[in-house]
């Protein structure tokens, strides 16, 4: 049984299938509580000279959030985390200070380009996480 899960998400499908992975979880009673979190990375932050060029991020990450409280269906409760900085470090920084025992994640997000530069979002938390991490594909 996992008391607090949280499930990183950035819109991409396999972020929202790591949400019905946590909801199918909390239904068949192995979790009990999610928390949905989304982190702005410093490079979706806009200009201030130029704001009509980019979207605000913080108006893209609630509407990514609605979308996987959704996901997660009206009968279970999930809460709702933004925060800025660099996405796997934010994850675990997140997971340990609020001792979640379970980081559940998608495979793969939305920047393809960033990912083969930089390497995994879900790679990196793997490998420095404090709790178990499910990788959902």
Do not use: W
């Amino acid at each position: 049984m996992f008391n607090k899960v949280l499930v990183p998400v950035d819109g991409s499908n396999a972020s929202m299938k790591a949400v019905e992975t946590a909801r199918k979880l909390v239904e068949e009673g192995s979790a009990r509580k999610v928390s949905l979190l989304y982190v702005v990375q410093a490079s979706d932050v806009a200009a201030v000279n130029a704001p009509e060029i980019y979207d605000d991020p913080t108006i893209i990450a609630k509407q990514v959030l609605e979308k996987a409280r959704k996901v997660m269906g009206d009968q279970i409760p999930a809460v709702l985390l933004l925060e800025a900085g660099m996405p796997a470090d934010v994850i675990c920084r997140i997971a340990r200070k609020d001792n979640y025992d379970l980081i559940i994640i998608g495979n793969r997000g939305l920047n393809r380009i960033k990912r083969v530069l930089l390497g995994s979002i879900s790679s990196k938390v793997v490998a420095a996480a404090h709790c178990p991490v499910l990788v959902v594909k």
